[in-house]
């Protein structure tokens, strides 16, 4: 089913939205982003981050942040795309392993119009991903434009 | 030359790094990585971006902000690997279309030891991203880990 496009008057504080999927990262989705964005041991090398801070080879923190933003494209559509303008936080509060599922739950946080663009609004997003066992993996708040209904 | 291992130590406020790479970003990379985790018109194609707000295709800020990971860690090579505790601010300040070459500048804006870690400390880094007209196209201020001295 196709979902309704959202505009900025749709939003309002407190709105939540529940990601439809929870994909699951493999071995070589970590790897293969860590060869390219984050070549550290930890996200290159099974053995190599068996040693390491994380002990085994765990997600660079912006794979996460790239997965929980499909999820977020996924799951709020916004009439002519989310144009992100920054994020106020992000933590990282637990490592991402080979076979872990992430979903997320959004909540408007505030909205306000934009000064720079007159025909957008600014809407604030917190984002709380959660492994398949329930443990917060990554907390976020982000802001974007939506347009205003004409 | 390789680069020398930094420890917690080693960071004081004020402290510069320069990255000495200034990758060039392509339609592809651009396009694989809007496939992936930001599967928006105007990160996707050419003629649907050209109705878009970037008039054009244009990087997804997740891509920018690997792409800005991956000088981050070629740049400042923390002993054990340069491990994320998170984000306080990200704003994406202009477009990054195909062709475009980004470089970062980064600074030490301050440490403390880590109270969760007792072997590590926290060095919270600003990093402006320029592109090779010298427009900012990214600003940030992210924490890490970085180990003390036994």
């Known amino acids: 089913m196709p979902q309704k496009e959202l505009y900025f008057e749709d939003f309002t504080p407190g709105l939540k939205f529940e990601s439809m999927q929870s994909p699951t990262i493999t071995t070589q989705e970590i790897q293969e ?14 053995g190599a981050g068996s040693s390491s801070f994380f002990k085994g080879l765990a ?7 790239a997965i929980i933003m499909r999820l977020r494209v996924d799951t709020i559509v916004v009439a002519g795309g989310m144009i992100g303008v920054g994020v106020d936080e992000i933590r990282w509060t637990a490592p991402v392993r080979p076979g ?3 979903r997320t739950e ?6 306000r119009p934009s000064k720079k663009y ?25 802001n974007f434009l939506a347009p205003k209904r004409k």
Chains 1, 2 share one sequence.
């Open 33 to 46: 982003f860590g060869e390219k964005y984050d070549p550290q041991p930890m996200h290159l090398d099974v």
């Open 59 to 65: 997600a660079s923190g912006w794979l996460t942040a």
């Open 100 to 102: 872990d599922s992430i």
């Open 106 to 111: 959004h909540i408007v946080v505030s909205t």
């Open 118 to 142: 007159s025909d957008y609004g600014v809407v604030k997003i917190s984002t709380i991903a959660y492994n398949q066992r329930d443990e917060v993996i990554m907390r976020s708040t982000v």
